[in-house]
């Protein structure tokens, strides 16, 4: 089963803890801190692989996790890393942050990577916070913890021609034809659920032609698509990054015209750009004499509407050699070829208005303070720790996060919560 659209679930690694330790040599008999770091989390990245052309991978396993951080030990030794997992994706993968429908990477180069869930910082051991007035330290951070969202990938295949049309107009038996592929075919409509992929090799034509497209077999369309109908949204998000459009009509169908205008309506309705596309349309079903008679009519309308036309039976082969010279007269040249066709490998960076300032928010919960720092700050503190809970509080006071919460109307015995730190506001002090 060809899957192309899959949600997943994915956790990086928290940073280990900090030591709080000292030195306990003999012939120091009053050593200060030597506290060591905790070792970062593993981050989780989306990794193009070129070899794959599905999203089969993640059909039963949707969670994945990245290992946290070593703790921190005596004598400054820091905690191992975490090691990052790769997540191995098609090229033509759409990402997107699964809450806010927000585009995370659009990947379709060899190699090319995003990470889409980061590892959290080590917590610093207590060696860093000796001053000449507290030398013996019993403060050390938490790891931070590791980011964790819920991402929806998308394939979009990068194919260079996608045949399209109406159910039935062909098109397995077309790819059948001018490539290796054997999708399934059959003499009704939707026999085609899913994008089946060949290869031409345009070598076999001309020898010094070494040019191999990549061709899709693109599941019917039928009115209404571009709302949804039928494979609908399935179907039209293939449509997008083929170089060549080959628009396959049954010359022997009831209304040939009427299905060729329906789907150049659905592609214009989902995206005017693919009318702009390079399109050759495919009349096929010449061994039935009714297309036989039909051709010249048809033929005299589209080139009417300035559309090169190629007269085919996929069943017999009449056409086939034809048809290779028109879609070889379309495509690019080799070095052309051999890149994306669509300007994408976009990975989005958002700048954040809460990532060094802060802003407080009351709802249902209580009192929200929102901040990438102040948040990682509270979520590497030890609050069992009397000096970690006092270093806290000066730290609300110094960025004026307390005086912000006061002016909110905060009131003893109400909840304030930063990041996944949930307190208890007591006046000026916290519990």
């Given at each position: ?143 931070e913890p590791g980011q ?276 208890e506001w007591d006046g000026?002090?916290?519990?």
């Amino acid at each position: 089963m060809f899957l192309d659209n899959v949600s997943l679930t994915v956790t990086a690694g928290s940073g280990g803890d900090g030591a709080a330790t000292f030195r306990r040599e003999a012939h120091v008999p009053q050593g200060g801190p030597d506290g060591g770091d905790g070792g970062r989390g593993g981050s989780v990245y989306l990794v193009v692989d070129a070899g794959l052309t599905t999203l089969g991978d993640y059909r039963f396993k949707h969670h994945f996790r990245a290992p946290g951080g070593g703790r921190g030990e005596r004598s400054r030794r820091h905690g191992k890393a975490g090691r990052d997992i790769e997540l191995s994706v098609p090229p033509g993968t759409v990402a997107f942050a699964d809450a806010s429908d927000d585009l995370l990477a659009d990947l379709v180069a060899k190699g090319q990577r995003v990470m889409v869930a980061r590892g959290g910082r080590g917590g610093l051991g207590n060696v860093h916070f000796a001053t000449s007035t507290h030398r013996t330290p019993r403060h050390a951070q938490k790891g931070e913890p590791g980011q964790e969202q819920r991402i929806r990938l998308e394939l979009r295949l990068i194919a260079d021609i996608g045949l399209i049309g109406a159910p039935n107009a062909g098109k397995s038996t077309l790819l059948a034809a001018l490539t290796a592929a054997h999708p399934a075919i059959a003499g009704y409509p939707f026999t085609t659920l899913e994008p089946n992929l060949g290869v031409l090799d345009l070598a076999a034509r001309d020898p010094d032609d070494h040019r191999r497209a990549t061709i899709a077999d693109l599941p019917g369309l039928i009115e209404g698509a571009s709302s949804g109908a039928g494979l609908g949204h399935a179907f039209l998000r293939h449509v997008e990054r083929t170089r060549v459009l080959g628009h396959v009509v049954d010359l022997a169908g009831r209304d040939p015209a009427d299905d060729f205008a329906v789907i150049r309506e659905e592609l214009r309705l989902h995206d005017e750009r693919l009318l702009a596309k390079p399109t050759l349309v495919i009349v096929n079903k010449l061994d039935i004499a009714e297309a036989a008679e039909r051709l010249p009519g048809f033929r005299s309308a589209m080139e009417h509407e300035g559309l090169a036309i190629v007269a085919v039976s996929g069943r017999s082969g009449v056409g086939i050699d034809d048809l290779i010279e028109a879609l070889a007269q379309l495509l690019p040249d080799a070095s052309v070829l051999a890149a994306p066709g669509e300007p994408a490998g976009v990975v989005v960076h958002r700048w954040e208005p809460t990532d060094e300032g802060f802003a407080v928010r009351r709802d249902k919960a209580g009192y929200r303070v929102l901040g990438r720092r102040i948040e990682r700050i509270a979520s590497q503190t030890d609050f069992t720790n009397e000096e970690s809970a006092e270093r806290f509080q000066r730290d609300l006071a110094r960025l004026g996060i307390e005086r912000e919460l006061v002016r909110a109307g905060v009131a003893p015995g109400d909840t304030v919560l930063i990041g996944r730190v949930e307190l208890e506001w007591d006046g000026p002090a916290w519990g």
